[in-house]
């Protein structure tokens, strides 16, 4: 008997509620692509699609059904009309499985639920987008990371790449530290075919690396997507009570400190982090994406398509 597959564990990932809202969207490249199939996204290459780009003199042996004969009547000279060729895009999902994506925020004060955690949130999101790109006919792959590459999936269109890609996600457990700005020049050397690189992390690292990482990915001519997932504690730390606070990736590491006395610091420090990842994926033109887990998986999507 085949398996359901709604019934295998991965799929949890990817519920019901996320497949619905992206039953309505689509994502089109903003630059053009080099696919081996013909797909949704424009291509540097000229072909006979949908829209249409210019004219080119006619030559023996052009097929006679694209000659413009209006063109001819205003010129006497027979032309060919070229069209931008729709082509299929590849995709790579980067997901940060350091240590602190672990943190799970405080329970909801109204429901008394728990946030999901910086990582669950990211793989939904990485579910949520390989779902979309198959259905779209585009060719995703993954990659989990901390201080290296956890897991590479290469980039595959075949709808079992969703399934391949799910079960990758929620058999990863996030776990050593962070060095996103390496493990992205060594992701950025092993990804040959210009695409979509899309990325999920809290991107903890030093800030200035971290966007000299990301040039690296445009120098290779791909376009770059960054969901900057950060807990609602992390970015208005509401603390009041001196307590003890661990670090995830080290267990050896504590600190027992009041919050009160720190907080202006803290909160100055992080806004300088935000800003400088956002100014710079804003100077070479990658959609900055911040996200507070408190948000729903759904929500972000549809703002997120909604300002694109």
Known sequence: ???????????????????TT??????????KKIGAISGRHASPHKGFSVEFAEHRQYVAGDDLRDLDWRAYGKSDRYYIKQYI????????LLVDASGSMKYTGENDEETGDPPLSKFEYARQLAAAFAYLF??????????TFDDKIKKYIRAASKPSQVRMILDELHTTEPGS???AAKTFHEIADRIHSRGLV?????LFDDPEKIIEALHHFRFKNHEILVFHIMSDEELSFPFRKFETFKCLENDSLSLQIDPQSIRAQYLDRIQEFLKTIELGCGKME????PVNTRKSISDTLLTYFTSR
């Open 134 to 143: 198959v259905r779209q006919g585009d060719g995703v792959g993954l990659v």
């Open 177 to 179: 530290d962070t060095e």
């Open 286 to 289: 990658a959609d900055y994406i």
């Open 22 to 31: 992206l039953g309505r969207l689509e994502f089109l490249a903003k630059k």
């Open 198 to 202: 899309v990325i999920f992390s809290d």
């Open 85 to 92: 060729e729709e082509t299929n895009m590849r995709v790579t």
């Open 1 to 19: 008997m085949a398996t359901n597959l709604n019934q295998l564990p991965s799929m949890k990932l990817l519920p019901q509620e996320i497949i």
